[in-house]
């Protein structure tokens, strides 16, 4: 012990100040700062998202419409990518050394050391002769996905497409949806998206620092299951839109047939069409250009979208309410002298001189003297002011539904257009109007705009003597076949029962009786009631419409033909209806083979739209810039249809 | 003298300092198992993994000490000028004939084993310096001591320089605490050492130094004003300034020119001046994240992910303090540290005790360097001090150092054993 004894304290003091400082600093990295906790599960966890199969979709018979088939996405961890034979893997997928180049950057530019997504959705085939190089290509991985896949590419407007969700998306599902996952983006996947979707799993993967696999977190703790998507049965009979389609191919319209009973629609055809596998698979951003391109609009859904004056299948509206109304009755007779002469030197002609005619053969000849007539009384002579007495008949026509959308379950239903009185006031500037001011809408022509669906809907209204379902796609939801509350309301139209009769015997005839219409299209042994229509175009060719519902006692299906620039009703939309509901109802077609033939063959479609075929099959050129599928969604949605010129006229005002 | 009885020996060893040394193997032995425990084969006891070797260099370190405890102190003293020739030629060896290891030519192959001749040196340092200074104790501290003293420190300091293996240079500097112990150095000089590290910090912090020589010129103004009546005072502070501005001059110039430049990062990351999660600071970070992961409890027991999954690098030998900090927590680690701290504070103790002042000055050599390794080793695993390569003594994985350190400290619980019977 020499004098310095005291300096012993020192020494430990500073040993005690220094074990307090790294206490102190443990204090704050451990217990404080909790920044640390989260790097390191950033570190060590990959939340891998378990994706469900989406929902099947099967037709009313339980065949399918819509499955999914397995594809593969090729990952990437770009740090671990070492000597690979760039040249095979690029032959393997189909890709040029410069689309290589640029996806690595890609996949650098979001992380080097995670795994980002290299090429999407590869199928099958090319799955199996990747699989078998896989191991030379270090930091390549497979991750499976489904796709969905339409095995007799029918109805894609219906079943609609899916697609990668996009920043709105994302934004209004409040964080629901990640990059990467897909939404139902049009028809029944979008208006089911809910259902369809089912319930993402995530696994909590844990890796080593070297981006490994290792264990799973918690023995899988945090872990949840994915659940698969709720399966849907469609409404849709597979035969008869595979026939109705067939039917319809070159020609642009619509075909709508409901089941009366139920509202539920049995074939929706909207031509032109395209083959819904086309939206699928890594041709899909091409594809869908070259369908937002084609003259045709394939991607416009007509039946619930394109709105058209209906002609003469109007009269049937017309007539039934008038009579509800009290200005005519079933033994109300107008004498026919082959117009209808509504003011001076202006007349409404027929196509025919039938002279004293009633309401049975007003229907059944299609006679638009008659309708002249009873407009006039509608409008007229019911000791109020013509837009009061407008405005009277127009609600009574809202009733069966016009007007306004029907409420189908698919995405942008219009609603058509029936002028209000003060369209009409502002347009003849002045209240003093009368039916001879438009009177084209007696006969179905004019300002009015009804959708095909509207159009269908009518005839099973008319079938069902007076009330309707809302007409819709899906009948059962999951397994347990839920059915939607909002179509199983009955809605009545607000015309009574009696007075259909005079109007089905008067379709009736128009079909089964010598002078009819429709006399060519009858059907042996069943009684179709049914009402051509002649659409007036002042762009071209005249529409041709057939509406029509069987058998006429009980009736199991109401038909909306509308065939676009095809001339007289009777000629190309009434066998299209007739062949489908004889199909539907006996699966036999009785049309001599010479007028099938005809139909099948017959090209319609406007000189100016020559449609162009899409390709399916991978196209010769290598499609390596970055896809433009988001700038045509946004284009897609700025595109606006027009058929009806009422619609661009009030646009207009 | 020895072994007059067994009871008594056995008796007069510091049993305290032996139970905090195998706490701190043992805790070595079960971190070194977590760091190196691969959860996909988790398997038996193996020879071939660290973790079994381990185990390995423990029993044959109880061995050694054992061997120490029973041969005559005496004989150390007698030895220490062999054992550090030995030594000193085993690093010039080194330089010849070793294997570079992580950029460090530190090590000699010896069949399976390598050794690492400057844990030893320590060792060797320690013993020839209480030789030499024990001699020197009759007079006054004088500067001849003092030069003779400081030699045998630097040069294996020099020796280990040249490897390079800074951080091991750096440990002898930890030798500091026994020249002020014995007052061959003052409280001025203490004081002066840290003003010069405060000042140093400070010179790589502020980004222009004149900056800092201005501001250092105001404060001794002050004190120049408030003591204006002591001339002598004076004098002192203006040398102090002038010493301290031109300390800052050359600080950075030697920053700039001298230090390597993974020096200068580790540096330039630690005061916060450099960010580079993924590439420089990456150990660092990825210390920081396990650590500061353990939170209060820790993980547990072989369930820290960043151990297990390899995040953190050298986790079983430098960085071994990770896996006890991410996987016993807050609790865990302030639990070594007291355990290292009254390992420490117990030296001193038993330093104190003894009769000769041989025993005091390696006692306090021996505290000099744990001291050093632990607080440098724990503080680079938190990001206090830079990222300096050395082992957390009984805790890191290696058989040299945990062998030097445990020779180290068993022959001062040997000469501690015998203190009544020794004369020096």
């Known amino acids: 012990m020499n004098s310095f004894f005291a300096r012993r304290y020192v020494i430990q003091g500073i040993f005690i100040v220094i074990a307090l400082i790294i206490v102190a600093r443990l204090f704050y990295i451990q217990i404080i700062d909790k920044s640390y906790l989260l790097s390191a599960n950033n570190n060590v966890l990959r939340k891998v998202v378990i994706y469900p199969a989406r929902g099947v979709i099967f037709d009313r018979n339980g065949q399918v419409l819509v ?15 070492k000597d690979i034979d760039t040249a095979l893997l690029c032959q393997i997928i189909d890709i040029d050394m410069q689309g290589f180049v640029n ?66 998306d994302i934004e209004r599902s409040n964080g629901f949806y990640r990059p990467g996952d897909y939404i139902g983006a049009s028809g029944i996947e979008r208006s089911y998206e809910d259902l369809l979707r089912g319930q993402r799993g995530v696994r909590n993967q844990m890796v080593d620092a070297l981006n490994r696999p290792q264990g799973i977190f918690m023995e899988g703790k945090y872990d949840t299951l994915a659940v698969s998507g709720d399966g849907l ?88 309410t008038a009579q509800q109304a009290g200005v005519i009755n079933a033994q109300t007779s107008f004498y026919c002298p082959g117009g209808y002469r509504y003011g001076r030197g202006a007349i409404m002609r027929c196509t025919h001189v039938d002279g004293a005619t009633d309401l049975i053969k007003s229907i059944q000849r299609s006679c638009n003297t008659y309708y002249g007539y009873t407009y006039a009384r509608m409008i007229d002579s019911r000791g109020m002011s013509g837009p009061k007495a407008y405005d009277l008949w127009r609600e009574s026509l809202t009733k069966f539904g016009l007007g306004s959308p029907l409420g189908i ?121 049914g009402k051509t229509g002649t659409v007036q175009n002042p762009h071209g060719e005249n529409h041709a419409v057939f509406f029509a519902f069987a058998p006429r006692e009980n009736p199991k299906i109401a038909i909306a033909v509308f065939v676009e620039n095809a001339g007289y009703g009777g000629t190309w939309a009434g066998p299209i209806a007739s062949m489908l509901v ?72 | ?137 009759n007079k006054s501290p004088n500067m001849k001591t003092l030069l003779i003293g400081a030699a045998i420190v630097l040069l294996p300091v020099a020796l280990v320089m040249l490897q390079p293996d800074t951080g091991s240079a750096l440990a002898f500097f ?41 501001v250092l010129f105001v404060i001794c103004g002050l004190f120049a004003y408030s003591l204006r009546r002591k001339r002598k005072y004076l004098i002192s502070i203006g040398l102090l300034f002038l010493a301290s501005s031109l300390y800052i001059l050359c600080v950075d110039f ?74 016993w927590g807050f609790v865990g680690s302030i639990l070594l540290v007291g355990v290292y701290l009254f390992l420490l504070l117990r030296i001193v103790h038993i330093a104190e005790r003894q009769r000769t002042a041989f025993a005091r000055i390696y006692a306090y050599g021996v505290a000099s360097i744990l001291f050093f390794h632990f607080f440098i080793n724990i503080g680079m695993t938190i990001g206090i001090v830079p990222v300096i390569g050395i082992p957390l003594p009984f805790i890191s994985y290696g058989g040299s150092s945990l062998w030097s350190f445990t020779i180290l400290l068993f022959i001062l619980l040997r000469f501690d054993s015998s203190r009544k019977g020794l004369n020096g």
């Open chain 2, 174 to 214: 930890a030798l500091i605490f026994v020249f002020y112990r014995e007052g061959y150095v003052g409280n001025t000089f203490l004081l002066l050492s840290g003003l010069a590290i405060l000042l140093f910090v400070l010179a790589l912090l502020v980004p222009n130094e004149w900056i800092l020589i201005a």
């Open chain 2, 254 to 327: 030697a920053y700039e020119n001298i230090l390597q430049s993974h020096q200068r990062n580790r540096i330039d990351i630690i005061l916060g001046k450099m960010d580079d999660p993924r590439g420089q600071g990456y150990n660092l970070n990825q210390s920081k994240i396990a650590i500061g992961s353990g939170q209060l409890w820790g993980k547990g027991y072989l369930q820290g992910t960043q151990t297990k999954y390899n995040f953190v690098p050298e986790q079983s030998t430098d960085f071994i303090f990770c896996t006890i900090g991410e996987e």
């Open chain 1, 67 to 81: 499955q999914n088939e397995p594809v593969y996405d090729l990952l990437v961890t770009p740090r671990e990518v």
């Open chain 1, 233 to 320: 049965v469609s409404t849709l009979d597979k035969d008869l839109q595979v026939l109705a389609e067939r039917l319809m191919k070159n020609k642009l319209g619509s075909v709508v047939a409901i089941e009366p009973a139920t509202g539920e629609i049995l074939a929706f055809v909207s031509s032109a069409s395209y083959d819904p596998n086309l939206m699928v698979g890594r041709e899909r951003g091409n594809n869908y250009m070259k369908l937002l391109n084609d003259p045709t609009k394939p991607m416009f859904i007509r039946p619930i979208q394109a709105s058209y004056p209906p002609g003469s299948v109007f009269k049937v509206v017309a007539a039934l």
């Open chain 2, 1 to 137: 003298m020895t072994n007059l009885n067994e009871k008594s020996f056995f008796g007069r060893i510091d049993w305290l300092t032996i139970l905090l040394w195998f706490i701190l193997c043992v805790i070595g032995l079960f971190n070194i198992h977590a760091a190196v425990y691969d959860p996909e084969n988790p398997g038996l006891f193996n020879l071939a993994t660290n973790y079994g070797k381990q185990s390995i260099y423990i029993f044959t370190a109880i061995l050694i000490a054992f061997s120490i405890l029973i041969i005559d102190a005496k004989f150390f003293i007698s030895v220490s000028p062999i054992i550090y020739v030995v030594v000193i030629i085993l690093l010039i060896i080194v330089l010849i004939v070793g294997r570079n290891v992580g950029g460090n030519q530190a090590w000699i192959p010896l069949g399976s084993f390598r050794l690492q001749p400057s844990e030893f040196g320590k060792l060797a340092t320690c013993l020839l310096l209480a030789s030499y200074l024990s001699t020197q104790t």
């Open chain 1, 409 to 529: 379950d698919l995405p942008n239903e219009k609603g058509g257009f029936i002028p209000e009185s003060a369209w009409y006031t502002k347009r003849y500037g002045s209240e003093k109007w009368r039916s001879s001011y438009n009177i084209s809408l007696s006969i179905g022509q004019g300002e009015l705009g009804i959708t095909p669906l509207q159009m269908a809907n009518i005839m099973a209204i008319v079938a069902n003597r007076g009330f309707y379902y809302r007409p819709h796609l899906v009948k059962a939801i999951g397994e347990k076949g839920i059915v939607k509350d909002e179509y199983r309301e009955k809605i009545h139209a607000g015309v009574d029962a009696k007075y259909y009769d005079p109007v089905i015997e008067g379709m009736s005839r128009a079909v089964n009786m010598a002078g009819g219409t429709a006399t060519s299209v009858r059907i042996p042994d069943i009684e179709m009631c």
């Open chain 1, 103 to 168: 996806r690595m950057e890609k996949a650098r530019n979001h992380s080097p050391y995670r795994a980002s997504i290299f090429e999407k959705q590869l199928p099958a085939t090319t799955y199996a002769q990747l699989q078998e190089h896989l191991y030379k290509f270090r930091g390549f991985y497979v991750q499976n996905r489904t796709v969905r896949s339409y095995p007799d590419s029918i109805a894609p407007q219906v079943l609609g497409y899916i697609q990668e969700v996009n920043d709105r």
């Open chain 1, 582 to 653: 004889e199909k539907h109802l006996k699966d036999t077609i009785t049309l001599p083979k010479y007028i099938q033939d005809r139909i099948y063959n017959v090209n319609l479609l406007p000189k100016t739209a020559k449609k162009e075929e899409v390709k399916q099959a991978p196209s010769p050129a290598k499609k390596d810039s970055v896809k433009a599928g988001q700038t045509a969604q946004a284009k897609a949605n700025k595109q606006e249809y027009f058929v009806h010129h009422s619609q661009v006229r009030r646009r207009n005002d």
